[in-house]
């Protein structure tokens, strides 16, 4: 495997940001205790994120189109 196919945590919430317009370092470490984070790895305490995934899980995040902010349809 290419290292380079790796980011940590904060290098990854950038990536988040500036392809997405959402994420930070505290949502990637809150999720990966409650589940709700993308698929990561670890390297002994640090842990590493694929873009790939994080475009899976950031994509799973933004809803389809709405009209209204009181427009609670599941997608």
Do not use: C, N
Not at 7 to 28: C, P, V
Not at 47 to 74: F, M
């Amino acid at each position: 495997m290419d290292s380079a196919q790796f980011l940590r945590r904060d290098a990854a919430a950038e990536y988040l940001k500036q392809k997405f317009g959402f994420g930070s370092y505290r949502t990637l470490a809150k999720g990966a205790v409650t589940g709700d984070s993308p698929e990561f790895y670890k390297a002994g305490a640090i842990v590493l994120y694929r873009r790939e995934a994080l475009d899976r899980w950031a994509s799973g995040k933004i809803s389809g189109p709405k009209k209204s902010t009181s427009d609670h349809k599941t997608d």
